[in-house]
C-alpha cells in the first residue's frame, strides 16, 4: 500500500499530515499578521501616540521567510527526523530569527532617530510659536502685568495657555486665545509712572491761600528725587469741598518707588498744610438756620 511506503523513515500519511499542518500553520499566520497590521493602522488613525505606529511597522517588516521556517518547524513535529536533519532544521530557523530580529531592531532605530528628529523639530517649532506669541502678547515670563481685573508675576507661557501667580499666592490660568482678546498692562517694561492724585481742602478756606496750594505743591514734588511735577490746579467745587487735582511722574518702574515718593508727597503735603493752617474737607453737612 501507499500509505505504508516510507520516505527517508516516514510514510506518505505522516509526510501528508506534516505537509499541511506547516500549510496550515502559515496560513494561519499569514492571516494573523495581516488582521493584526490593520487593527493597528486603524488604531493608529484614532490616536495622537506613536506606540501604535511603531507596531504597525514592525508588523509590516515581519516577513515570511521566519513565518515559513516556524510553519516548517511545527510540520516537522509529525515527522520522525535523525538528529541531523533536526539540527539543519533548527539552524535554518535560529538564523531567519535573527535576520528578523535585525529587521525589527532597524525599524526601533529608525523609530528612535525619528522620534527624536520630530521631537527637536517641535521643540524648534514650539520655540519659534512662543517667540512669536509673546511679541505679540508682549509679555515675557517674570514681567508683572494685568489682564482685566487680575494682576500677577508671568510663571509659564505654553502653546495654549498662560500661568500668572498673583499677589495672594494663586495661581491663575488664562488661554492664550483670551488673553489676545483682553487688555494687558505690563508693568515691568515701564520706564515710569505717571500719578494722579486729588486733594480736598473745605470751603471756608481764604482766598489768598488757595491761590498758594498749587505752587506749595509744586515745591514738594520738585524737591523730591525722581519725580517730574506735571500740574497742579484748583479743579472742582463739589459738594462739601473745594479739590485740586495734581499730576506728577515718577522715574522709575518699581511700584514699592513709587509708593515711598507718594507717600513723602502726602506727609509733606500734610506737615506744610498743618504750618499754614490749611484745613483738609471730609464729608459734611452744614445747617444754616435764619434767626427770623
Same mark, same amino acid.
Given at each position: 500500500?501507499?500509505?505504508?511506503?516510507?520516505?527517508?523513515?516516514?510514510?506518505?500519511?505522516?509526510?501528508?499530515?506534516?505537509?499541511?499542518?506547516?500549510?496550515?500553520?502559515?496560513? +494561519?499566520?499569514?492571516?494573523?499578521?495581516?488582521?493584526?497590521?490593520?487593527?493597528?493602522?486603524?488604531?493608529?488613525?484614532? %490616536?495622537?501616540?506613536?506606540? !501604535?505606529?511603531?507596531?504597525? !511597522?514592525?508588523?509590516? $517588516?515581519?516577513?515570511?521567510?521566519?513565518?515559513?521556517?516556524?510553519?516548517?518547524? %511545527?510540520?516537522?513535529?509529525? +515527522?520522525?527526523?535523525?538528529?541531523?536533519?533536526?539540527?539543519?532544521?533548527?539552524?535554518?530557523?535560529?538564523?531567519?530569527? /535573527?535576520?528578523?530580529?535585525?529587521?525589527?531592531?532597524? &525599524? #526601533?532605530?529608525?523609530?528612535?532617530?525619528?522620534?527624536?528628529?520630530?521631537?527637536?523639530?517641535?521643540?524648534?517649532?514650539?520655540?519659534?510659536?512662543?517667540?512669536?506669541?509673546?511679541?505679540?502678547?508682549?509679555?515675557?515670563?517674570? !514681567?508683572?502685568?494685568?489682564? !482685566?481685573?487680575?494682576? &500677577?508675576?508671568?510663571?509659564?507661557? &505654553?502653546?495654549?495657555?498662560? $500661568?500668572?501667580?498673583?499677589?495672594?499666592?494663586?495661581?491663575?490660568?488664562?488661554?492664550?486665545?483670551?488673553? /489676545?482678546?483682553? $487688555?494687558?498692562?505690563?508693568?515691568?517694561?515701564?520706564?515710569?509712572?505717571?500719578?494722579?492724585?486729588?486733594?480736598?481742602? #473745605?470751603?471756608? %478756606?481764604? +482766598?489768598?491761600?488757595?491761590?498758594?496750594?498749587?505752587?506749595?505743591?509744586?515745591? #514738594?514734588?520738585?524737591?523730591? $528725587?525722581?519725580?517730574?511735577?506735571?500740574?497742579?490746579?484748583?479743579?472742582?467745587?463739589?459738594?462739601?469741598?473745594?479739590?485740586?487735582?495734581?499730576?506728577?511722574?515718577?522715574?522709575?518702574?518699581?511700584?514699592? %518707588?513709587?509708593?515711598?515718593?507718594?507717600?513723602?508727597?502726602?506727609?509733606?503735603?500734610?506737615?506744610?498744610?498743618?504750618?499754614?493752617?490749611?484745613?483738609?474737607?471730609?464729608?459734611?453737612?452744614?445747617?444754616?438756620?435764619?434767626?427770623?
Amino acid at each position: 500500500m501507499v500509505a505504508e511506503a516510507t520516505f527517508w523513515g516516514n510514510t506518505a500519511s505522516h509526510w501528508l499530515r506534516g505537509g499541511i499542518a506547516a500549510a496550515a500553520i502559515l496560513l +494561519l499566520l499569514i492571516g494573523f499578521k495581516a488582521l493584526l497590521y490593520r487593527l493597528m493602522l486603524s488604531l493608529a488613525r484614532k %490616536t495622537h501616540n506613536d506606540i !501604535d505606529d511603531l507596531v504597525a !511597522d514592525l508588523l509590516q $517588516r515581519l516577513k515570511y521567510p521566519i513565518l515559513t521556517m516556524i510553519a516548517i518547524n %511545527t510540520g516537522a513535529r509529525f +515527522l520522525e527526523l535523525c538528529i541531523k536533519v533536526k539540527a539543519i532544521f533548527n539552524m535554518l530557523l535560529v538564523l531567519t530569527a /535573527l535576520l528578523q530580529l535585525a529587521l525589527w531592531g532597524n &525599524g #526601533i532605530i529608525d523609530y528612535i532617530i525619528r522620534r527624536r528628529r520630530q521631537k527637536q523639530l517641535d521643540e524648534e517649532s514650539s520655540s519659534t510659536t512662543l517667540s512669536a506669541l509673546t511679541s505679540v502678547l508682549p509679555f515675557v515670563i517674570g !514681567d508683572f502685568i494685568t489682564i !482685566d481685573n487680575f494682576r &500677577g508675576n508671568v510663571e509659564h507661557i &505654553g502653546l495654549k495657555t498662560t $500661568r500668572l501667580r498673583s499677589l495672594s499666592g494663586e495661581q491663575l490660568i488664562f488661554s492664550n486665545s483670551d488673553l /489676545l482678546s483682553s $487688555r494687558i498692562s505690563n508693568f515691568k517694561r515701564m520706564q515710569q509712572r505717571r500719578a494722579q492724585f486729588i486733594i480736598t481742602v #473745605i470751603y471756608q %478756606t481764604p +482766598l489768598e491761600k488757595l491761590q498758594t496750594i498749587p505752587s506749595l505743591i509744586e515745591e #514738594i514734588i520738585n524737591n523730591i $528725587r525722581e519725580t517730574r511735577f506735571e500740574r497742579a490746579h484748583f479743579s472742582t467745587f463739589s459738594a462739601a469741598s473745594l479739590d485740586f487735582e495734581i499730576v506728577y511722574w515718577v522715574e522709575s518702574a518699581e511700584y514699592k %518707588t513709587f509708593m515711598d515718593i507718594q507717600q513723602k508727597i502726602n506727609l509733606a503735603i500734610c506737615h506744610k498744610f498743618a504750618e499754614l493752617e490749611i484745613e483738609f474737607a471730609y464729608p459734611t453737612q452744614t445747617l444754616f438756620i435764619n434767626n427770623t
